[in-house]
């Protein structure tokens, strides 16, 4: 098996020094771009598996990257930067991006995003392989032709709004989606707003999570929005 290829955006040469290390330690090829017009550049002529994207580059904000790339392309994007503010955050993952992760940070968490956002990839290519009809993840199963869902071969009442939901999330499991995406995808130009959100996806995750409090399913992101989980076949 090919091991992933990892485009690495950053020009701070300690940070990337950092990165690339973790990755070759890892058994990640990976290949570098200082600028936001090299790294734009490389994701055209290398095709990586994966990018990670500081967002303060000298010549093009990160955000701007994300979104040239996102007309072209559903390349895995995770950002790794030193803006930490909400709506910092919100403006990336709007505009595309798969993940984010604040510096400093730990390897490890690197690492573990890196996993998740790799995963997806993996599952977006047996979905393909599959039936485009039916969504499965660990006992939880959708059924989009019937608009049925089942939990360890129950069937699962929800709402409308719910049903919608819980398919936005499944379609893009393993990504950050913010509120303001999820409010538009799901109710366009209604005026639902954060708030309605959350009693919407309080009463989802009490139909499908065993505790609140350990979610396996559906994952918070606190100021930000929410991502679903991929989950063995154990749960």
């Not at 954060?194 to 100021?223: C, D, N, W």
Request: hydrophobic letters at 40%; charged letters at 30%; proline letters at 4%.
């Amino acid at each position: 098996m090919n091991r992933p290829f990892i485009l690495v955006v950053e020009d701070d040469k300690p940070i990337r020094k950092l990165i690339t290390t973790t990755l070759e330690t890892q058994g990640y090829r990976y290949h570098t771009a200082e600028t936001g017009e090299a790294s734009i550049i490389e994701a055209v002529s290398r095709q990586p598996d994966l990018m990670i994207l500081d967002l303060g580059l000298p010549d093009m904000d990160g955000v701007d990257i994300i979104k040239k790339v996102r007309t072209w392309s559903n390349l895995p994007i995770i950002v790794v930067s030193a803006r930490s503010e909400d709506r910092d955050k919100i403006e990336a993952l709007d505009a595309g991006a798969d993940d984010y992760l604040t510096k400093p940070f730990s390897v490890e968490e690197l690492l573990a995003r890196l996993r998740v956002s790799l995963r997806r990839i993996r599952h977006d290519s047996d979905k393909l392989l599959k039936d485009a009809s039916s969504f499965i993840n660990g006992p939880l199963k959708i059924d989009y032709a019937a608009g049925c869902v089942w939990l360890a071969e129950e069937e699962i009442h929800l709402t409308p709004s719910e049903y919608r939901l819980l398919c936005l999330l499944a379609k893009n499991v393993g990504k950050v989606l913010t509120h303001n995406y999820i409010l538009h995808e799901i109710w366009g130009n209604h005026p639902y707003d954060v708030s309605a959100l959350r009693v919407f996806m309080a009463t989802l995750r009490k139909k499908i999570e065993k505790t609140s409090s350990q979610p396996r399913y559906i994952q918070t992101h606190i100021g930000i929005g929410y991502r679903m989980l991929q989950v063995g076949d154990d749960g």
